[in-house]
């Protein structure tokens, strides 16, 4: 069971290739359109913004073919992209019976489909999926150097809880669906992690490390959850992602 | 002169009405500072919310106005569905079942949409949007409705006026919020059309009880 997420546009065209787009890197994931108006033109509309939100929520916690159900992973991220489609969509979650587990993500449209299509591929959870895409803030030009080592006193300035060193073993190395299994699964633990110095919860900062196989990612991780999250980016790495 | 659910039809009616009347005002001004869709999207909405009045009768003022924020809106498309659907919505709630509006229930009402509205656009007094007509109408609304008075036509004119001469306030401001604010100082000289707007709504409200 995964994530669905609803991309709420100005225009239907828009909505729908940036949802073709997404869907190409998350088979998976229940990824709806709800651009434009009711009748066409440039604009947003509740009644289809509504629409594809309860589909969307529907399917994702209804019917799940040939995923495990029961791992939490439910729930629905709302990108928009303009002013009022984000207007829009609050307005959705206002109208809507059960509101909860409903998500809007404030993220560039397209890169922040991506990653939280990416992520939820993978197995993140709802929050973990909104995660994604914000982290997609900025461009993909720029990762997120852990911004944090800049203000004084914050735990990235001190040495790391747990370090560890993994060779990428894959083919692809760090693309997309792996950034997006890291980035998902050290979001949802309590810690502060770097890979090779940029945020391990960006999909996007991840992406931008340009990995290679046989590169050796340096993580470091401060926290609660330090030493499981270096045990689980090097479980994953050292499986290869599961990919040859 | 009861503000009933008759009463909310008529006012939505007359709503559409102004709308129709003042669409291409609406547009002219909104082509000043905007993307001149304004009289176009307020028009359709209303005629939306017309044509829902004629399949149903709602029976009391909150459903009359909860119908209203559904139909602005799916149907408006720019910004100011989004933000009058909400204003309706949080009117609505406001009045909740009650099958009459008394002064201190409108002006209760004015002032839920009113926050509604900067909810949902983030707007503040003087940053030239409709949010300059609506506080002054629930400022006003609530000096009116003050001591337990039981004039609604007092309270419902208050209203109007204060949105009308808000307004005619938006003028030399400068825009900082919505496509207006792009322009900067250039937006300054020009009405919001969005205040214009708001102030036929409540000049409408005062039509339907007269």
Known sequence: ?244 | MVLDANWAVKWLTLCAQAMAEHRVELIELDRAIGDSDHGENMDRGFQAVLAKLGESTPETPGAALKMTAMTLMSKVGGAAGPLYGTAFLRAATALGDSAEIDPAAWAAALAAARDGIVARGKAEPGDKTMVDAWTPAVDAARAAADGGSTDVLGVLVAAAEAAEAGAVSTDPMVARKGRASYLGERSAGHRDPGAVSSALILRAAVGAAA
């Open chain 1, 1 to 244: 069971m995964t994530v669905s997420i609803v991309v709420v546009s100005h225009s239907e065209k828009i909505a729908e290739g940036a949802v073709e787009l997404a869907a190409q890197m998350a088979p998976d994931v229940v990824i709806l359109p709800a651009g434009g108006t009711d009748d066409g033109r440039i604009g947003t509309s509740l009644e289809k913004v509504l629409a594809a939100i309860e589909q969307a929520s529907g399917q994702a916690s209804g019917q799940a073919p040939g995923r495990a159900a029961g791992a939490g992973a439910e729930g629905t991220v709302v990108l928009t992209d303009l002013g009022s489609a984000v207007m829009t969509a609050e307005s959705a979650l206002e109208f809507l019976e059960s509101p909860a587990g409903v998500l809007l993500a404030d993220a560039p449209l397209v890169e922040g489909l991506v990653a939280a299509a990416v992520a939820a591929q993978g197995g993140a959870d709802v929050e973990a999926v909104r995660k994604a895409a914000e982290g997609a803030r900025g461009g993909a030009g720029q990762p997120e150097p852990a911004g944090s080592e800049l203000e004084p006193g914050s735990v990235s300035s001190a040495a790391p809880d747990f370090t560890a060193d993994f060779e990428l073993v894959n083919q692809a190395g760090m693309h997309a669906r792996p950034a997006a299994k890291v980035a998902g699964g050290l979001a949802s633990l309590d810690a502060e992690v770097t890979i090779n110095g940029v945020d391990g919860a960006s999909m996007t900062g991840l992406m931008t490390l340009g990995a290679g196989k046989g590169t050796v990612l340096h993580v470091e991780a401060w926290g609660k959850d330090a030493e499981r999250a270096v045990e689980y980016v090097g479980g994953l790495v050292e499986a290869g992602f599961g990919e040859p």
